[in-house]
């Protein structure tokens, strides 16, 4: 039985993965990957990480009138299509924020 995460399990994670990266100066990006069936955003997840003061995307909504198509038929993780299009769509954020991470991407 897979036990569910409270939302202050959750939170800790977070708070404990933006500690981790902030002592050696790596830069987080907290990034909500849709699943298949949800079109819109997750609002309460994005207040939640940003009153933190951390960056946050909300991807849901973002991959247009049939997001269906980057995902695996099989089962719910998303295709090559859909890392494609999440690339796409996190570049230029991550360049506006940190642009020595792509100033030499191909």
């Known amino acids: 039985v897979i036990k569910q ?3 202050d399990e959750w ?3 977070m708070e404990a993965t933006a500690a ?4 050696p100066g790596v830069p987080v990006m907290f990034v909500r990957l849709p699943q298949r069936e949800q079109r819109g955003g997750f609002p309460v997840l994005a207040r939640e990480i940003t009153a933190r ?11 247009g009138s049939r997001p269906e198509r980057f995902y ?14 999440v690339a796409e769509l996190l570049l ?13 991407a191909p």
Do not use: N, Q, Y
């Not at 981790?20 to 002592?23: G, P, T």
């Not at 230029?92 to 030499?104: K, N, S, T």
């Open 5 to 7: 995460k409270t939302r």
């Open 20 to 23: 981790d990266c902030a002592e």
């Open 72 to 85: 695996l038929a099989t089962d719910e993780h998303m295709s090559a299509a859909g890392h494609a299009r």
């Open 92 to 104: 230029g954020w991550v360049g506006e924020r940190h642009p020595a991470l792509i100033a030499h």
């Open 53 to 63: 003061g951390l960056p946050f995307r909300d991807l849901g909504g973002r991959l």
């Open 11 to 13: 939170r800790a994670i």
